[in-house]
């Protein structure tokens, strides 16, 4: 299996191409309990001391970490550009235990209009931020939301990942689900993060496999360079990156 990539010309593509996957959205890249699992493990370590009031989570798609998050805070919004995205997350939120004390709302990250100046607590973007088209505009906007000193979490693909780099293009396979897809490495997430008015607090690898994207046997490569970069604490062997970063007063 390998990816495909789909040309975007603006926005519109982009709204409408997430609208299509919006009825089947899974993850692709394993088992999908498994991963989830994971992933709100590392979240959950970096909402370490976080306020408890409001969580907002951009780009949250169908609500697969809105919703196990909802009963750590007081209220919790989740927006997301697609309107099919939104209304898959409203089905859910329906009949989720904690769903009275959930907002959904269609906006682009790099336009917030539901939600208010200094609003949340916790800003949340996981598997997104490499999708949004001005990614500086979306991370001005995310402080604007956020609270003096909230903080805002981030996991995202690792631009510098050794699948990026190398492998993929000698092998000729694309990277990208969508023509306007940004990665980023270590240094420009800092750069744009400190730029927008964040303090960088924590950045660093996590293990993802884009398994989905590839055929099985690089799967499985990768998955042995993950280990060896965790052992011996190798960059540019691991898939993920994540961030805490805290709002300057």
Known sequence: MSLRTTPIKGLDDVRAFFDRLAPV??????????????RLGIID???????????VEIGCGTGMHLFPLAARFERVHGTDLSPSMIEQAEHLRLGHPHGERIRLSVAPAESLSSVGDAEA?????????????DQRQALRETCRVLKPGGVFVCLTPNADY???????PRL?????????????GKKKLTDLLETAGFEVERIGSWAFIPRGDMP????????????????????SFRGGLYCR???RS
Request: charged share 25%; with cysteine.
């Open 25 to 38: 959205y899974r993850d692709c890249h394993g088992k999908a309990e498994k991963l989830l699992r994971y």
């Open 245 to 247: 970063a805290a709002r």
């Open 216 to 235: 099985p046997y690089l799967a499985r490569i990768l998955t042995a360079l993950d280990g060896v970069g965790r052992l011996l604490r190798i960059p």
């Open 121 to 133: 607590d916790v800003v949340l973007c996981v598997g997104a931020l490499e999708h949004m088209l």
């Open 162 to 168: 050794v699948w990026y780099t190398r492998i993929a």
């Open 45 to 55: 370590r970096l909402l370490e001391r976080a306020g408890h009031g409001s969580l």
């Open 172 to 184: 000729g396979l694309s990277t990208k689900h969508l023509s306007t897809d940004r990665f980023l």
